[in-house]
């Protein structure tokens, strides 16, 4: 089930999530420090203009998306499903939901050039790359005629 965060608890939730998708991203970046913990983060993201979903199954927390207002449109700005429940579709679900949230809106993300498997993902979902520079693509999702 995915549902639209809006308590403490699911905040601290997805603070954890993001704190683990930021060490995952030391595979590609070694420039973040191996410490690194985010905290309080959502909590003072979800009322401004933002969307932050949690997945869960059985009220096990399994992933989240985020995305925030961001130039003429709005950016997701955080993926991650917990590695004990990856390859069972759920980015691809979690993803899905936002890009029906945000369905007006021009939608961007970006993700790593090396980081092969996201970039899959969001291209077999309709994004392509509108700009390529320092190892990072930024990508515009391409509304398709099975979205309507």
Not at 1 to 19: A, G, P, R, S, W
Not at 113 to 132: C, H, P, R, T
């Given at each position: 089930?995915?549902?639209?965060?809006?308590?403490?608890?699911?905040?601290?939730?997805?603070?954890?999530?993001?704190?683990l998708l930021i060490q995952d991203?030391?595979?590609?970046?070694?420039?973040?420090?191996?410490?690194?913990?985010?905290?309080?983060?959502?909590?003072?993201?979800i009322k401004k203009d933002t969307?932050?979903?949690?997945?869960?199954?059985?009220?096990?927390?399994?992933?989240?998306?985020?995305?925030?207002?961001?130039?003429?449109?709005?950016?997701?700005?955080?993926?991650?499903?917990?590695?004990?429940?990856?390859?069972?579709?759920?980015?691809t679900k979690l993803m899905k939901?936002?890009?029906?949230?945000?369905?007006?809106?021009?939608?961007?993300?970006?993700?790593?050039?090396?980081?092969?498997?996201?970039?899959?993902?969001?291209?077999?979902?309709?994004?392509?790359?509108?700009?390529?520079?320092?190892?990072?693509?930024?990508?515009?999702?391409?509304?398709?005629?099975?979205?309507?």
């Open positions: 089930m995915i549902i639209k965060v809006d308590n403490i608890e699911d905040c601290q939730i997805c603070d954890n999530f993001l704190t991203e030391r595979t590609y970046n070694n420039t973040i420090e191996e410490g690194f913990v985010v905290k309080d983060y959502f909590i003072n993201m969307i932050l979903l949690l997945y869960k199954n059985k009220e096990i927390p399994q992933g989240y998306v985020f995305a925030k207002k961001w130039e003429d449109g709005y950016l997701i700005n955080g993926l991650y499903v917990d590695v004990n429940f990856r390859n069972q579709g759920i980015a939901e936002i890009i029906k949230q945000l369905k007006d809106n021009l939608i961007y993300l970006v993700v790593l050039k090396a980081n092969e498997k996201a970039f899959n993902l969001y291209q077999k979902l309709g994004f392509v790359v509108i700009s390529d520079a320092n190892n990072k693509l930024l990508m515009r999702y391409q509304k398709r005629d099975e979205d309507e």
